[in-house]
């Protein structure tokens, strides 16, 4: 991987949702850690919201967003464990219309460079919805950093070689632009 520095960067709106039932935004230690990083890389803060972990509160905050021409990205944090309060993979997973499974095996692997097995104890995930990409990743700031800087920034950097998310951005919603192929069966 490498970054084409004959190409311009490309800065996206992303918006960071904080899920849980006891961060307020002062003390939103991942949210502004990824607040902090994706502008730092030249993105623009495009929204910022904590909500609890509601399943129906989650969905309709990301759903809003998904539903922004102002919204490229959406990146989650927290309720992606096995507590009983953990439900944003349940939240937000129904509204893709596209997963993301290498998301999930790409920080994992980088999570079990850092803290073992422990790595299994995250539901992270990722997919695509409405042209929309959506990350969901767990609640602690060394997670959102690992997230962040090890998948997203390259990712959602223009100038990554040999690919990135930008590049294909465009492209994301065509299915919805075009009749149906001719003799689908589907």
């Not at 097995?117 to 990350?135: E, K, L």
């Not at 700031?141 to 294909?168: H, K, M, S």
């Amino acid at each position: 991987m490498a970054i084409d520095e004959s190409k311009s960067f490309i800065p996206l709106n992303i918006a960071v949702l904080t899920v849980s039932d006891t961060r307020a935004l002062a003390d939103d230690k991942s949210g502004t850690t990824l607040s902090d990083r994706l502008t730092a890389a030249g993105h623009k803060l495009a929204k910022r919201e904590i909500v609890t972990d509601d399943v129906d509160k989650i969905r309709a905050v990301v759903r809003s967003w998904i539903a922004d021409p102002g919204v490229d990205v959406v990146i989650t944090t927290g309720g992606t464990g096995f507590t009983g309060r953990d439900v944003t993979p349940e939240a937000i997973e129904p509204l893709f219309e596209k997963r993301m499974d290498g998301f999930s095996i790409a920080f994992h692997m980088l999570s079990h460079a850092k803290i073992g097995t422990s790595t299994i104890q995250s539901r992270a995930t990722a997919g695509v919805a409405g042209a929309t990409y959506i990350f969901c990743l767990p609640g602690s700031p060394g997670a959102c950093r690992d997230g962040w800087d090890g998948i997203l920034a390259a990712q959602l950097d223009y100038r990554t070689r040999p690919c990135n998310f930008v590049e294909i951005m465009p492209r994301l919603d065509e299915h919805l632009r075009r009749p149906k192929a001719q003799g689908a069966t589907a």
